[in-house]
């Protein structure tokens, strides 16, 4: 199986920044996709960023601009650097490794909270 840990959430004023990462282990594939999801109170659980094991990066439109996602295959680690953060960037960011190659197969973090406030 696979586990992964998220590290870096806490408190940032609006305008800062903050780097998160997620570490995976277990029987990875060497063909994945890892990134972000987040989950504010009261709403659904949306994409943040992915990116494949071969680099190809997605973003949702909400962070386009601010936010960077970066992975180091060596590490089996995904990074994501928030920029100019803002408080609507509250929430529970869950890491999620996906195994496109066996039909989508997921695995989950149990998430870090940044809370964005002053």
């Known amino acids: 199986q696979v586990q992964l840990v998220e590290f870096g959430g806490g408190l940032v004023q609006p305008g800062g920044s903050l780097r998160i990462s997620c570490a995976a282990s277990?029987?990875?594939?060497?063909?994945?996709?890892m990134g972000w999801y987040r989950q504010a109170p009261g709403k659904q659980r949306e994409l943040v960023a992915t990116?494949?094991?071969?680099?190809?990066?997605n973003y949702a439109d909400s962070v386009k601009g601010r936010f960077d996602i970066s992975r180091d295959n060596a590490k089996n680690t995904v990074y994501l650097q928030m920029n100019t953060l803002k408080p609507e960037d509250t929430a529970v960011y869950y890491c999620?490794?996906?195994?496109?190659?066996?039909?989508?197969?997921?695995?989950w973090g149990k998430g870090t909270l940044v809370t964005v406030s002053s």
């Open positions: 999620n490794l996906a195994r496109p190659d066996v039909g989508g197969i997921q695995y």
């Open positions: 990116m494949t094991s071969g680099g190809t990066s």
């Open positions: 277990g029987l990875i594939s060497r063909f994945n996709v």
